[in-house]
């Protein structure tokens, strides 16, 4: 049994920073792994994603802003995403790929003023 449970969302200003957890229940060695988010009336979309090894993907509307990682001896995955926007409010989503998607129970982010 998968289970996938995110924590570091919160309420933060334009500009400011947050750094989202994902803990699997499961060695994460070997599998790929990503965050997504979804807004309200919009189709759930890829952020970044990361590959066991590291290597990192990331969606055009991150600008570099958010970076992507992992602890697989920990069996966490990290987004520590800075500089963020209004538009960046969503619930955020964490996915692990093993022949099945499994999905996290999401955590919501609110960028406000």
């Known amino acids: 049994q998968v289970q996938l449970v995110e924590s570091g969302g919160g309420l933060v200003q334009p500009g400011g920073s947050l750094r989202l957890s994902c803990a699997a229940s499961?060695?994460?060695?070997?599998?790929?792994m990503l965050w997504f988010r979804q807004s309200p009336g919009k189709e759930r979309e890829m952020v970044a994603s990361i590959v066991s090894s590291g290597v990192s993907n990331y969606a055009d509307f991150v600008e570099g802003r958010f970076t992507i990682s992992r602890d697989n001896a920990k069996n966490m995955m990290y987004l520590q995403m800075n500089n963020l926007k209004p538009e960046d409010t969503a619930v955020y989503y964490c996915?692990?790929?093993?022949?099945?998607?499994?999905w996290g129970q999401g955590t919501q982010v609110t960028v406000s003023s």
């Open positions: 996915n692990l790929y093993w022949g099945l998607s499994y």
């Open positions: 499961v060695n994460i060695v070997g599998k790929n």
